[in-house]
């Protein structure tokens, strides 16, 4: 049973920079890619970015350009998205999800970890 | 980064049905089309990929259409359950951009 499990919520405050973990677990580390995707509250899904847990590349939306980086860590099967500069427009659900492929359609998704930025 | 533009934004329909939504794209995107339902508070759920394949699990009234720039989810039969936010996404290039969003509500 394939699970993706994201911690828990986290308030930051304007500037402070946030770092998300996401853990998939029931499948090989190396036979899926991760995809981060936001959704500011109210709002539609926004997608930020991808990872290959195997190899470590990424690719991120021009959007997040200079301020997002997803890493992983392979003894933990645990990938991270970490957001810098935060400012308020930030304030959103951010989902790990998981797809097969890089170009497949998204399958398994996390619950989702709300990071409030706040004064 | 492609567009994608879904329509309509909002709708309201009665259980039983029949509803469909667009979703188009800037340029062509071949069949790297994929649908999601998304409900209040939940995670989107994978409905369709590659336009036209039901995920495993959904039920048949879901089905996708479309190849190039123009695509379409129906529901045949308009269930209680079926009444979420569909929104569809592209994976031909990144940025694999989202439509806005299609609100199925109750008439």
């Known amino acids: 049973q394939v699970q993706v499990v994201q911690s828990g919520a986290e308030v930051k405050k304007p500037g402070a920079s946030v770092k998300v973990p996401c853990k998939a677990s029931?499948?090989?580390?190396?036979?899926?890619?991760l995809h981060w995707v936001r959704q500011v509250p109210g709002q539609g899904l926004e997608w930020m970015g991808i990872i290959n847990p195997t190899t470590g590349s990424t690719s991120y939306a021009q959007k997040f350009q200079g301020r997002v980086t997803m890493t992983r860590d392979t003894s933990t099967s645990t990938v991270y998205m970490e957001l810098s500069s935060l400012r308020s427009e930030d304030t959103a659900v951010y989902y790990c999800?998981?797809?097969?492929?890089?170009?497949?359609?998204?399958?398994?998704w996390g619950q989702g970890t709300l990071v409030t930025v706040s004064s | 980064d492609i567009q994608m533009t879904q329509s309509p934004s909002s709708l309201s329909a009665s259980v039983g049905d029949r509803v469909t939504i667009t979703c188009r794209a800037s340029q062509s995107i071949s069949r790297y089309l994929n649908w999601y339902q998304q409900t209040p508070g939940k995670a989107p759920k994978l409905l369709i990929h590659?336009?036209?394949s039901l995920q495993s699990g959904v039920p048949s009234s879901f089905s996708g259409s479309g190849s190039g720039t123009d695509f379409a989810l129906t529901i045949s039969s308009l269930q209680p359950e079926d009444f979420a936010t569909y929104y569809c996404?592209?994976?031909?290039?990144?940025?694999?951009?989202f439509g806005q969003g299609t609100k199925v509500e109750i008439k």
């Open positions: 996404q592209q994976s031909y290039s990144m940025p694999y951009t």
């Open positions: 999800a998981r797809a097969r492929g890089a170009a497949d359609g998204i399958d398994y």
């Open positions: 590659a336009a036209s």
């Open positions: 029931g499948d090989t580390f190396s036979s899926y890619y």
